[in-house]
């Protein structure tokens, strides 16, 4: 696979952010992922997640969030940072197009992408994928968080880890079960909100990464075939 292409989303007020995508040749399927509020799309477990799809023949668009292309350490307000999820979606189906898009990120990057999809439906993704959902501050549980996880329409999936200290796995469980059959959560045992696992796990953090990934991936092809499904039973899949 050939190095990541840099490029420029161009954002609301006329400004432009950093992105870079990976692209597998005949990929079935592309997603855009952003990244959490400490870490820009270039932290190695950023480049992981994006190579890895594309191991997997799945295109990744990593983007910046304004706040990380100046540099700076506070996050974007919500308006800011869900009109850059906005244009990196746009941009993904531009120089993807006819290819199945998904949505989402790590921690900050996730609930962002839900929240834009919660106020006006993205165009064009089919489904919204959560790598630690940031439920709440740590020591300070709360589901309050989630409260517009209710107006998405469209199947989510939730990859958590047992100790994660943003999202306690009871408060989780609830959340994705209230959500219905568009919902699904995997767990991932012994693993934090960064998914690192301890070495009395037995596993190692490339590994639990790659399991993450088979799900997400998994997950990803059980929507498209199941979209396809219903085009054909509709009459209107793509001759």
């Known amino acids: 696979m050939s190095a990541a292409l840099a490029l420029q989303i161009s954002t609301d007020g006329g400004g432009s952010v950093s992105a870079l995508l990976s692209q597998p040749d005949e990929p079935r399927a592309a997603c855009v992922l952003a990244h959490g509020a400490g870490a820009g799309m270039s932290h190695p477990f950023m480049s992981a997640v994006a ?5 997997r023949g ?15 350490k506070r996050a974007d307000p919500p308006r800011i940072a869900q009109a850059c999820v906005r244009a990196a979606v746009a941009t993904a189906a531009a ?3 006819c290819v199945p898009l998904f ?57 958590q880890g047992t100790r994660d200290e943003l999202a306690e796995l009871p408060l989780v469980t609830s959340v994705v ?29 490339p590994e639990v ?20 499904a219903e085009a054909a039973r509709d009459g209107t899949a793509p001759g």
């Open 95 to 97: 120089r993807l197009p």
């Open 51 to 55: 190579s890895g799809l594309a191991e």
């Open 177 to 205: 079960a209230g959500l219905g059959e568009r919902a699904t959560l995997v767990i991932v045992n012994d693993a934090d909100h960064a998914f690192h696992v301890r070495a009395k796990s037995g596993r190692r953090d």
């Open 103 to 159: 949505a989402g990120g790590k921690s900050f990057g996730g609930r962002m992408t839900s929240q834009a999809d919660a106020a006006t439906p993205l165009v064009g993704v089919e489904g919204l994928f959560f790598i630690g959902f940031p439920l709440h501050p740590p020591g300070a549980p709360a589901i309050e968080r989630a409260t517009h996880l209710t107006q998405v329409t469209r199947p989510m999936l939730f990859l």
């Open 58 to 72: 799945v295109a990744a668009l990593r983007f910046q969030f304004p706040f990380m292309e100046r540099g700076s």
């Open 209 to 228: 990464l790659a399991t993450m990934l088979d799900a997400l991936v998994t997950w990803m092809a059980r929507i498209v075939a199941g979209s396809r």
